[in-house]
C-alpha cells in the first residue's frame, strides 16, 4: 500500500465497493456494529483497506460520517500501523500457527491501552490449520472485552463452516472496470487509455491495478502481435530461431502464450462487436480489423485452439522448444 493511500483511511478513500461501505457506515451510525465481520472477496480489491478504516473510525474521537478524521493520534498510528489496539495476524509463511494465535489472544485480553475499542484484522484466515482454527474459535465465541474481530479471505468457501457461522460475511466484488481505470489515471497518473487497459489486466484488483508494469504489459502484447504478421514471411530457419528464443524461458513462454490467447480474444471480439472499448488491449484496434478483413473467423478460432493447446503441452512439461516450433509452424501456415 503506498504512503498515499495509507494517509487516508476514512471511507471516502475507498474506491468502488459501495455496499459494503454502507453497511458499515449504517452500523456505526446505529451503534449495531457485529463483533465479528468477514470480508470476503478476490485478493487485492479493497478488503484490508475497508478494515483498516474501520478500525480507524471506531477508535478516532473526531469520526464523522466518513469514518475517522485521519488526522488524529489515533488515525495517524492506525495508519502508520503503531497503534496499541490493532493488532494483525497474518500468515507466517504459509500458515497462520497456533502460537501466533495465542498471541494475539493474550493481547486482546488486555484492555484497551488508549483506543475505545482493541481490533484484530485476520488478513488470510483461509491460511489458519486446523489447530490454529480450532483455537481461534473460543475467541470468535467469546471476544474479549468489545473486541472487533475482522477477517480477510479470499477463499470463505475453505474456512471451516462454524468459523463462517460466527462472523456477519461481507462480500466484496471485484471493481468494474470504469472504477479502476478512473482510480488508476488518478493514482498513477496514466493517460486513459493505458488505465483502461490496465484496468482490464487487473480484473478488479486495485493491487494489481496498482503494482503492474504497464510499460511491459504493452512490450508483451506488441511482441506477441509482432509474431502473428511476421511468421507468414519467414523462412523455416528463422522460425526456428524464434522458437528457440521464446523456449528459452519456459514460464516467460507460457505468459507469452496466455497473451495469444487474449489477442485472440480481442480479435474475436471486435469483429463481432467492432467496440474498441470491449477489447482488453485497444491500442491494437486496427491490427484486429485488418486481422478481421484478412482471417476468416473460422482460422481464429483454429488458431486460439492451438494457442491454448501449447499452454496444455507446455503444462505437462513437453519441451518447450517442440511446442514453439509446432505452434509456430502451424501459425505460419494459416
Ligand atoms: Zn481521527
Redesign the pocket.
Known sequence: MSELEQSNLSFAAIEGHEKPVTILKRALANKTLAHAYLFSGDAGIGKKMTALALA?AVN????GPEG?????P??RKIATGGHPDLHLLAPDGEEIKIDQVRQVQADLALKPFEGAKKVLIVDGVDCMNTASSNAFLKTLEEPPGDALLLLITALPQSLLPTIRSRCQEIRFQPLPRRTLAQALVRKRGLSEEDAWFLAALAQGSMGRGLEMDVEQEKADRGRILELWSGLAHQGPGETLALAESYAKDRDRFDRLLAIGVECLRDAMVYRATEEARLLVNARAEEQYRQWGERVPFSGMVADLELFMASRGLLDRRVSAQLVAENLFFKLGRG
Open positions: 480507524a478516532c474521537r473526531n469520526a475517522g478524521c485521519g488526522a488524529c489515533s488515525c
